[in-house]
Nanobody, 127 residues
Framework: QVRLVEFGGESVQSGGSLRLSCAGS????????LGWFRQAPGKEREGVAA???????WYAESVKGRFTISRDNSKNTMYLQMYNLKLEDTAMYYC?????????????????????WGRGAQVTVSS
C-alpha cells in the first residue's frame, strides 16, 4: 500500500520561505509522478506543482517563480521549496503520487487524476 507523509508545515510570515517534504514508502518511488496540492478553508483542492518520473515539472500559475518542486529518489522524498510566501498560500498542503501521470498531461493539476494521498501539512502565512 502506498504511504505518503508530509513534513514541514508551520506558520511563517508573509515574504518568508518554507520547505515541505513528503516521504513515501511501500511502492517503487522512482517510477511514480509526485505532486503537491493545497486546500484552503472553504475552497476546493488545487494543484500546486508536480514532478514526473523523468524529472519533468508542472507548476500552477499562482506559484510559478516562487515555488520549486524536487525529488530525491535515493531518499524516497519529495520537496516543495516555497519562497516569497503570501497570505493566499495559507492552506493544508497534500502530497500525491500516481504511477502513470507525466508533467505534460493536461490533467496533472486535477486532483482526480491522482491515486494516492498523504494526510496533509498545514502552512499558515501571516502578515
Amino acid at each position: 500500500q502506498v504511504r505518503l507523509v508530509e513534513f514541514g508545515g508551520e506558520s511563517v510570515q508573509s515574504g518568508g520561505s518554507l520547505r515541505l517534504s513528503c516521504a513515501g514508502s511501500d511502492f517503487t518511488w522512482s517510477t511514480y509522478a509526485l505532486g503537491w496540492f493545497r486546500q484552503a478553508p472553504g475552497k476546493e483542492r488545487e494543484g500546486v506543482a508536480a514532478i514526473d518520473r523523468s524529472g519533468g515539472t508542472w507548476y500552477a500559475e499562482s506559484v510559478k517563480g516562487r515555488f520549486t518542486i524536487s525529488r530525491d529518489n535515493s531518499k524516497n522524498t519529495m520537496y516543495l521549496q516555497m519562497y516569497n510566501l503570501k497570505l493566499e498560500d495559507t492552506a493544508m498542503y497534500y502530497c500525491a503520487a500516481d504511477p502513470y501521470l507525466m508533467a505534460s498531461d493536461n490533467a496533472i493539476g486535477n486532483e482526480f487524476s491522482w491515486n494516492y494521498w498523504g494526510r496533509g501539512a498545514q502552512v499558515t502565512v501571516s502578515s
